[in-house]
Nanobody
Framework: QVQLVESGGGLVQAGGSLRLSCAAS????????MAWFRQAPGKEREFVAR????????NYADSVKGRFTISRDNTKMTVYLQMNSLKPEDTAVYYC????????????????WGQGTQVTVSS
C-alpha cells in the first residue's frame, strides 16, 4: 500500500556530502518507522540508519556513526539521510524502507521498499 521513491544520489569526491530523500505515497507514513539500507555489488544489504515515527530517536551502523544523520518530515511524508565526510567504501545503492513497529535493523523486518538510488564516492 505504501510506495517509496528515493532521490538525491550521485557522484561525489571523498570528503564531500550528499543528502538523500525518500518520499512516501500515503499518510500512514506518519505512523511508521523508517530506515536506510545500502548494498554494494556482490555484498549483502546492510543496515545504515533507523528513525522512529516521532523522529525523536535514531540508530546508526557503526560504520556511519558521526558522519550520517537521518531525519523525517511527517507533514511532507519524507525521510532524509544527510551524508557527510563520504568515503569510497560508502559507494552503494541506497534504499529506504518503512514498516510499523516492532522496530528492526534487519531487511526482513521491513515490508515497504524504495527502488534505490546510486551513491558513488571517488578517491
Amino acid at each position: 500500500q505504501v510506495q517509496l521513491v528515493e532521490s538525491g544520489g550521485g557522484l561525489v569526491q571523498a570528503g564531500g556530502s550528499l543528502r538523500l530523500s525518500c518520499a512516501a505515497s500515503e499518510g500512514t507514513f506518519s505512523r511508521s518507522f523508517m530506515a536506510w539500507f545500502r548494498q554494494a555489488p556482490g555484498k549483502e544489504r546492510e543496515f545504515v540508519a533507523r528513525i522512529t515515527w516521532t523522529g525523536r530517536f535514531t540508530n546508526y551502523a557503526d560504520s556511519v556513526k558521526g558522519r550520517f544523520t537521518i531525519s523525517r518530515d511527517n507533514t511532507k511524508m519524507t525521510v532524509y539521510l544527510q551524508m557527510n565526510s563520504l568515503k569510497p567504501e560508502d559507494t552503494a545503492v541506497y534504499y529506504c524502507a518503512a514498516d510499523l513497529p516492532p522496530y528492526s535493523d534487519s531487511p526482513g523486518g521491513y515490508e515497504y521498499w524504495g527502488q534505490g538510488t546510486q551513491v558513488t564516492v571517488s578517491s
